[in-house]
């Protein structure tokens, strides 16, 4: 044991029921999701401090927080799941309850002033500009590129194709619904994995008591980063 952080010790932590946390790929920051406050709150890690009692709490610090309706964020209200892409220059959030993908900017440059600092970017909705597969949205999955981001609609039985662009906004590509074209196993779909080559995105759902598996395409030809079923493993216990 190193440390414990607590909103009652500083409520500016922003930290009143936390339900997801995500670590940059450096290990410099953690990113901490509150259920309670509507908010993120970025703590900047130190490796080494804090670990031998000599300077207790110093392990994680924390450095800003970011809340929904402030300074024009949003799809921070009721949110459950937190991810940093693998390039680390971007972080998303789902909310199950409102149907809602959050996009922001993450500053990956050590030498920046603003190092591990977020940008608001955009909030993306089941149902508005052409979004689907996100009805009840939760975990999510990056390909090791960061170029495709997958997330899975528990209440859609669903799974949603986003490309990133340069600028790390998002636009929809596509869903894949259970029930259509053979696929099964998405029913009350939560969580979602990817293999280390990229090859295979899988979800596991607790309805359908089953894992997933998708063919991913990298071929070059067809729609990028599109999944094809390929079969539902019942999980029994």
Known sequence: FIEVDRDSDDPGLRLRGPVDQAISPDGRHVYALSLGENAITMFERTALAGLDGADPGAHLVPVASWVDGDNGVAGLDRARRVLVSPDGTSLFVTSDDNSTLAVFRRDNDPASAGFGRLT??????????????????????????????????????????????????????????????????????????????????????????????????????????????????????
């Open 120 to 237: 608001f970017l955009q909030n993306m909705r089941q149902g508005q500009d052409g979004v689907a597969g996100i009805n009840g949205a939760r975990g999510m999955v990056m390909d090791p590129t960061s170029t495709h981001l997958y997330v899975a609609g528990s209440f859609g039985s669903s799974i949603a194709l986003f490309s990133r662009a340069a600028d790390g906004t998002l636009s929809f590509v596509e869903q894949v619904v259970g029930g259509s074209n053979g696929v099964t196993g998405l029913a009350g779909i939560s969580e979602l994995a990817i293999t280390g080559d990229g090859d295979q995105v899988m979800g596991t759902s607790v309805n359908a008591r089953a894992l997933a598996v998708f063919n991913r395409n990298r071929s070059g030809q067809g729609v990028p980063g599109r999944i094809d079923f390929v079969q539902a493993q019942p999980i029994t216990l």
